[in-house]
């Protein structure tokens, strides 16, 4: 049993102990620190939420270009109106008006009601309106569109009921030999809150996580204080690697145990698979970021650069996890990036257990690159870092 700087024996689960009580000590003397950790993460996780919290786009302006001037044209436009996603904001007399509408940022899409469109809606049982959106735009130039496209339907259901039936005949109505019926997957409602929210809480905790932990490893070695942190608990260094990192890991849990509940309790409709699965997910992705901290400053040996690093690596996690946009035909360093972080495999694991009720065999691809990381990069961190304690070269940069 290894003994502590006064002589004692100490055991791991006392080496543990003394580390996080010595690091907690730390966090009350120290405000800027403490604020990393306590309502800095709470005030970004309260922003995001208030950003996000109208949940899909409301009364988007779109500019629509009426050459028919009929009865039929005002219904349409008043039904596009009426959609609560968009709002009718100009009308134009030529298509040649609206455009520069779009390029100074005022409308996100056109609408074009050709000549004589009621006439061939009546006549030839067939019409078209043309629609163009900002892609400038995408979130919402596609919601726009999408918006247009329902309303466009919907008007065609009622046009062919109240007015074809009563020109033609209702023998003559006919709807379309094929139709596609189309159902949602997961976030049924299409709230850009739930799925922004659901990729931004875990960017953000992860991210102000492993800037916490670095900079708790990186603090020893700066202040050449790692000798009595190694010796206060009896030179046993995972003990007192994991003794550090726990009070950041059980409060960046909590955090995300209060963004899960507003995202999917208060906002959403609860979680689809299992729950202590992501749970467990979200704790494995803070202990593998935990880890990679410890890495990069034992690798580096000095704090700033370690800090860096983690901008570099952690920050780039949203970008690079396709969750937004997908890797499949990307070229081989998205592809190797976005496996190198463990961000990507916890969001594989959210999308299984959110939304998707997937089976608990499924999570274990994920939950398994995660332990990877968690043994990999810890088992490797902590015997640099145990180098670096014993060597006074190491001591003091910044």
Not at 247 to 273: D, E, K, M
Not at 274 to 292: D, K, Q, S, T, W
Not at 356 to 385: E, K, N, Q, T
């Amino acid at each position: 049993m290894a003994t502590t700087l006064s002589g004692e024996r100490c055991s791991s689960l006392q080496a543990f102990l003394q580390s996080a009580r010595r690091e907690c000590e730390h966090l009350w003397r120290d405000r800027w620190d403490r604020a990393l950790v306590t309502w800095m993460p709470l005030l970004a996780l309260a922003m995001f939420a208030w950003f996000f919290s109208a949940g899909v786009p409301r009364k988007l302006p779109i500019v629509v270009v009426d050459e028919d001037r009929s009865a039929l044209s005002r219904e349409l436009i008043r039904m596009l109106d009426e959609n609560p996603g968009l709002h009718v904001a100009y009308q134009r007399d030529a298509l040649l008006q609206a455009w520069p509408l779009v390029r100074a940022g005022k409308s996100y899409a056109v609408v074009l009601v050709g000549a004589e469109s009621s006439r061939d809606m009546l006549v030839r049982n067939g019409g078209t309106v043309m629609s163009w959106y900002n892609a400038s735009y995408l979130t919402a130039g596609q919601a726009a569109s999408r918006e247009i496209a329902a309303t466009v339907q919907a008007f065609n259901q009622r046009v062919a009921i109240e007015q074809t039936a009563a020109i033609r005949g209702p023998a003559k109505v006919r709807g379309a030999p094929i139709s596609v019926q189309v159902s949602v997957l997961g976030n049924a409602s299409r709230s850009y809150e739930h799925f922004l929210l659901s990729l931004l809480f875990p960017a953000m905790l992860h991210l102000a996580a492993t800037l916490a932990l670095a900079a708790a490893f990186g603090r020893e070695l700066r202040d050449a204080s790692v000798q009595t942190w190694m010796a206060s608990c009896g030179w046993r260094v995972l003990p007192a690697v994991l003794g550090k990192a726990a009070p950041y890991l059980v409060l960046f849990l909590l955090y995300a145990v209060l963004g899960l509940a507003w995202l999917v309790g208060i906002r959403g409709a609860g979680v689809q698979g299992n729950i202590a699965l992501l749970m467990l997910g979200y704790g494995l992705m803070f202990v593998a970021y935990a880890a990679i901290a410890l890495l990069l400053v034992a690798a580096t040996r000095n704090m700033g650069t370690a800090l860096s690093l983690v901008g570099i690596y952690a920050g780039t996690s949203l970008a690079f996890s396709a969750g937004t946009f997908p890797v499949i035909g990307a070229n081989a360093f998205v592809k190797a990036w976005n496996t190198a972080l463990p961000y990507t495999h916890y969001l594989h694991l959210q999308s299984q257990q959110l939304d998707a009720h997937a089976a608990l065999a499924d999570a274990a691809g994920p939950l398994g690159a995660l332990v990877s990381f968690v043994l990999i990069a810890g088992s490797m961190g902590a015997w640099l870092y145990a180098r670096a304690a014993r060597d006074p070269a190491a001591w003091g940069l910044r």
